[in-house]
T-cell receptor, first 112, second 114 residues
Framework: GEDVEQSLFLSVREGDSSVINCTYT??????LYWYKQEPGAGLQLLTY?????DMKQDQRLTVLLNKKDKHLSLRIADTQTGDSAIYFC????????????FGAGTRLAVHP | GAGVSQSPSNKVTEKGKDVELRCDPI?????LYWYRQSLGQGLEFLIY????????KSGLPSDRFSAERTGGSVSTLTIQRTQQEDSAVYLC????????????FGQGTRLTVV
């Protein structure tokens, strides 16, 4: 949606790093998320970052947050074919509803 | 239940017919979302229920779409006079209240309008 922008497609070679980017508009966001959707499945939470953090690392995943530019990224190190999926960034709109706002999703294709 | 359950998993309907899609959220979850995911398109927000508050219907694409949530639990998404462009996977998600709560998604209902 217009509140969250993601590129729709990313292709990487197996073993390389993948970087999926997301920009958002709501400066009041407190929590920002990355969800993963594997083929034929629903979305599952991958990781999240609190807005007072710049970076969060979890094994092969690194989340970077630039609050000034309202830019969120997900880096996957040593990308594997099993990482092929659609990745959605999301933030929680505060005030009133606490509604989750999702980006359109980035399809990551990993090729040998 | 253990997770968010959606039914049916697949639905084929004729153009012009009405359809009802059902979502059983995780017990106790106050928030419930409906999204639409079309082939080659991204995730499109449809409607959001939070507790007893008035739902946020800002994502419903036309007045042919409506949704209700009875007793704060089960939700039904109704599409009247279906069109071919309604063909998509309809996803439901629920979460508990709070600032940092995970949204759990169902497997979706794949709707095909022929």
């Amino acid at each position: 949606g217009e509140d969250v922008e993601q590129s729709l497609f990313l292709s990487v070679r197996e073993g390389d790093s993948s970087v999926i980017n997301c920009t958002y508009t709501d400066s009041s966001s407190t929590y920002l998320y990355w969800y993963k959707q594997e083929p034929g499945a629903g979305l599952q939470l991958l990781t999240y970052i609190f807005s007072n953090m710049d970076m969060k690392q979890d094994q092969r995943l690194t989340v970077l947050l630039n609050k000034k530019d309202k830019h969120l990224s997900l880096r996957i190190a040593d990308t594997q074919t099993g990482d092929s999926a659609i990745y959605f960034c999301a933030f929680r709109r505060t005030g009133g509803y606490n509604k989750l706002i999702f980006g359109a999703g980035t399809r990551l294709a990993v090729h040998p | 239940g253990a997770g968010v359950s959606q039914s049916p998993s697949n639905k084929v309907t004729e153009k012009g017919k009405d359809v009802e899609l059902r979502c059983d959220p995780i017990s106790g979850h106050t928030a419930l979302y409906w999204y639409r995911q079309s082939l080659g398109q991204g995730l499109e927000f449809l409607i959001y229920f939070q507790g007893n508050s008035a739902p946020d219907k800002s994502g419903l694409p036309s007045d042919r779409f409506s949704a209700e949530r009875t007793g704060g639990s089960v939700s039904t998404l109704t599409i009247q006079r279906t069109q071919q462009e309604d063909s998509a996977v309809y996803l439901c998600a629920s979460s508990s209240d709070g600032m940092n709560t995970e949204a759990f998604f169902g497997q979706g209902t794949r709707l095909t309008v022929v």
